[in-house]
């Protein structure tokens, strides 16, 4: 990586933990493969460490916050804490400025981090959040999983296999 890296947002679902469409039960997280490891070796090497995650179940009228917040503290028990946690609730069509792919998430986290876009790398399984990260100027990487579009991963700038090929990448 061609910057210095200070902060690294990962998306939850897809990247830090298994996706469950709309999940709202702490029992079905389940990290991805390396996710602890990755994380623990950032974190050992003195970065920050945030997530970044679209919650449209909120406003969609299928999850309640709390069951939100009840994931992520499951996330935590799973992967440890993170520097800071923003979530978008809205619907699609609310024209929010927080849902990826705009940059609301990124910048916010950035703001409780007290680091800046240009040394913080965006990680993510689909092109929302390789775009959140390029529309905030934040760098990106991409993992792809299966349910990733092609397409998607052809246009990414920089893809790893895994959590722990991306944290590689990254220190
Ligand atoms: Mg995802
Ligand atoms: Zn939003």
């Not at 990962?10 to 996710?35: C, H, I, K, Q, S």
């Not at 775009?131 to 990487?141: F, I, L, Q």
């Amino acid at each position: 990586m061609d910057r210095t890296i200070e902060a690294v947002l990962f998306d939850r679902d897809g990247t830090l933990v298994r996706d469950v469409p709309y999940n709202g039960d702490p029992a079905r997280v389940e990290p991805m493969p390396g996710a602890r490891e990755a994380i623990m070796d950032l974190r050992a090497h003195g970065l920050r460490t945030g997530v970044v995650s679209n919650q449209s179940g909120i406003g969609r009228g299928l999850l309640t916050e709390g069951q939100v917040r009840a994931v992520n503290a499951r996330v935590e028990e799973l992967l440890g804490r993170f520097g800071t946690w923003q979530i978008c609730p809205h619907h699609p069509d609310d024209g929010c400025a927080c849902r990826k792919p705009a940059p609301g998430l990124v910048f916010a986290a950035c703001e409780a981090l007290g680091v800046s876009p240009e040394r913080t790398v965006v990680v993510g399984d689909i092109e929302a959040d390789v775009v959140a990260a390029r529309n905030a100027g934040a760098t990106s990487v991409l993992i792809p999983t299966e349910v990733t579009r092609p397409d998607e991963v052809e246009r990414a700038p920089r893809t790893a296999a895994d959590l722990r090929a991306a944290v590689g990448m990254i220190l």
